[in-house]
């Protein structure tokens, strides 16, 4: 069994987790959504860039099926919500397969999921492992 393992080095943008509120009265739905697209496409390239040189480094070849699992490095003890998390990392998942990490991002072809979260003081990221089947 083969496995990529890298780590992003910061947490997905603020903008995109499901539960963060929208700005004040003076956003309008264009500029809000516009912002969001922005931080989705910026994050999905550092995931991008990062995953292609985890692939070239470990000679990594996706396979047809694999097991996902995610740690969010989170730099306080607050409590974070994992699903929150995964949602707002959707962009990273989508970036995996651009780049052919993962050979899709459907249940053909993740097999299971884990999301968890870790505390490192001061210290931020992703920790991706893709192990094939």
Not at 30 to 40: I, P, V
């Amino acid at each position: 069994m083969e496995s990529l393992t890298f780590t992003v080095q910061s947490l997905p943008p603020r903008d995109l987790w499901p539960n963060n509120a929208k700005p004040g009265p003076g956003w309008n739905a264009r500029n809000w959504h516009g912002k969001r697209a922005k931080a989705k496409s910026v994050y999905a390239a550092y995931v991008y860039w990062t995953a292609m040189e985890a692939m070239r480094q470990q000679g990594w070849v996706a396979p047809d099926r694999c097991t996902l699992t995610i740690t969010f490095i989170v730099p306080s003890r607050r409590q974070y919500d994992a699903d929150n998390l995964l949602a707002a990392f959707k962009c990273g998942i989508d970036a995996l397969v651009e780049v052919q990490a993962l050979a899709g991002d459907g249940p053909e072809c993740i097999q299971a999921t884990t999301v968890s979260t870790e505390y490192v003081k001061g210290q931020e990221g992703v920790r991706v492992e893709v192990r094939g089947l």
